[in-house]
């Protein structure tokens, strides 16, 4: 006979919903601006943010949806690429919650510097894809402004705003949630 235990049931429906949320975000979010290499899609690190929040592995998949999310979007590939680089700060952030969580969301200071901390892991790891096409070591990047601008603002500074406001939607809603989320995040780390 075969058991399924019910944190892993949770576990697998919590990460299907984040991956379905992660995955269509990127393809139906009506507030979009794409410079290329650079694209804003409003919350579209929301889904990876409320992964982060529950574990290493959740963080993990739901990264690999949001890319995928990006790819079905039709965006260019430095635009998937970057996003697929977002499996770098899920998982440094999640490890690095797993045991502070409470502690880093309930503090104002403490949430605002692992949110700074976090959107500059972010924001390296996208400034790593693109310099990668910038510079011609992968093909499908045409630009014709300064690598300063393109590789440095636009994606380094543009991806560390993007990342802290995504995460600030994300614990606004994640508090408005309240003691269930907490006991759920119990759970699914038990």
Known sequence: MFFIKRTNT???TI?????AIAIMIPM????????????FTLASHVAIFFAMFLSPKIAVLVSLGSAAGFLLAGLP????????????FALIGAFYLQNRKE????SPLKSQIFSFWIGLVHALAE????????????????????????????VGVGTLVHSMVDFFITQIIWKSLGKRMNQIARKVTA
């Open 10 to 12: 949770l576990k697998l």
């Open 103 to 106: 502690d880093v969301l309930s």
């Open 28 to 39: 139906v979010m009506p507030v979009r601006v794409v410079i290329p290499p650079m694209s």
């Open 127 to 154: 400034v790593f894809v693109v310099s990668l096409f910038f510079l011609g070591i992968l093909s499908g990047g045409d630009y014709d402004q300064g690598f300063f601008y393109v590789v440095f603002l636009l």
């Open 77 to 88: 590939i430095v635009i998937t690429l970057r996003a697929l680089s977002h499996v770098v």
């Open 15 to 19: 990460t299907a919903l984040l991956t």
